[in-house]
């Protein structure tokens, strides 16, 4: 029963082979993708058309025997329909015309209108649920608040995080403001494409990792919690699966697992053995070969998705994956050969 490995294995149950997907399995390292981008005109134009979403989406699913779709879209979706002016700087990724930096900003913003701003995405998940049609399941995403704060303070990609940090120290308040206002819209949204049809769940907390252990409880762990709290179950009645991903979240797996959440997404800097032997049985684990791993010789990547598969061992609850998403410069026949690695190595 190939087709629902991966939400057996978020539910922690018996499967006949560790389930695969990979984090951005869509994107520019396929010439597909490429081609189909070239002709859309823009990425966002990909994201906002759900039929060209939809075909994103299962691009990947062509070419590998991977166990889970992910959504074609992205996290900054909610800042976008705020109107804070996303676009995308060649070379630099994204970037908003109106960041947000003062206590005013923040007490300007409102919460997303679902229907009217963001409902390409929920179209987008009908469509995709419609075409796998029950042969591959399919993984709704968001971004964490923190994460999204970073992005709409500091108004696009940050190495010093100088404007939100400096924001989180001076003006605590205010910033809690905006991350409740972005938890609300977060849950909203994840609600939306649960309503829609998407069987689990990832909230990507890709910054979560810049912040001291206190402020990680603060501002980024309490905020996923409650989004956690506020989920609700699938048009069937059945739980869908949370999947919490913090890049450089590894110190804090025990608070992590104790939100209510199904699984853990791990990046490449902590041992998989040695995260389990930490969260016990509490949660599934997503991970965690490093991405760059695919960069080396197909011989190369078979070895070391049966490391990470030996140091999970087999007990059930494990999603492989890798610990950051696939990068641009990768050739697809590697990821061929790491999605066929982990079904021959992990079969029971
Ligand atoms: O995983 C998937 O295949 C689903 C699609 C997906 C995208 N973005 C597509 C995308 C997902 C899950 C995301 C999430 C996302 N977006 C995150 C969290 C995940 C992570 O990587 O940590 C973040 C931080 C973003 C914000 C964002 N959007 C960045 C940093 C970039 C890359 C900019 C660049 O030029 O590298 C984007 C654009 C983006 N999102 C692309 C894709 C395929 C590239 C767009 C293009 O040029 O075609």
């Not at 990979?22 to 520019?28: D, E, T, W």
């Not at 409102?110 to 042969?135: C, F, N, Q, W």
């Not at 697992?257 to 032997?277: Q, V």
Request: glycine share 8%.
């Amino acid at each position: 029963m190939s087709h629902d490995r991966l939400l057996r294995a978020l539910r922690r149950e018996p499967v006949d082979v560790t389930p695969v997907w990979l984090m951005r399995q869509a994107g520019r390292y396929l010439p597909e993708y490429r081609k189909l981008r070239e002709q859309a005109g823009s990425f966002l134009d990909l994201c906002q058309n759900p039929e060209l979403a939809c075909e994103v989406t299962l691009q990947p699913l062509r070419r590998f025997e991977l166990d889970g779709a992910i959504l074609f879209s992205d996290i900054l979706t909610i800042p976008e329909a705020m109107g804070l002016g996303l676009h995308f700087v060649p070379g630099e990724g994204p970037n908003f015309h109106h960041p947000v930096r003062t206590p005013d900003d923040i007490a300007k913003l409102t919460m997303p209108d679902m229907e009217d701003s963001l409902g390409y995405v929920p179209a987008a998940v009908r469509l995709i649920r419609r075409e796998l049609d029950g042969k591959t399941p399919l993984i709704g995403f968001a971004g964490s608040p923190w994460t999204l704060a970073t992005y709409m303070v500091e108004g696009g990609p940050s190495k010093t995080y100088q404007h939100i940090k400096a924001l989180m120290y001076n003006a605590p308040e205010a910033l809690h403001q905006l991350m409740d206002l972005l938890a609300r819209s977060v849950a909203a949204y994840l609600n939306a494409q649960i309503a829609a049809g998407a069987q689990a769940v990832q909230i990507f907390d890709t910054w979560g990792g810049v912040l001291t252990p206190s402020a990680y409880r603060e501002f980024s762990l309490t905020y996923m919690q409650r989004i956690v709290e506020q989920l609700e179950p699938a048009p069937d009645g059945s739980t869908v699966p949370v999947i919490l991903f913090t890049k450089g979240g590894g110190p804090w797996l025990e608070s992590m697992a104790a939100t209510g959440c199904h699984a853990l997404g791990l990046d490449w800097t902590i041992d998989i053995d040695e995260a389990r032997e930490r969260v016990g049985d509490r949660v599934a684990l997503q991970g965690n070969l490093d991405p760059a791993m695919l960069y080396a010789r197909p011989d190369v990547i078979r070895d070391n998705v049966g490391d990470v598969l030996r140091r999970f061992g087999h007990h059930p609850g494990h999603v492989f994956n890798l610990g950051h998403g696939v990068t641009p410069q990768v050739n697809p026949d590697h990821v061929a050969a790491l999605v066929d690695a982990v079904h021959e190595l992990s079969a029971r």
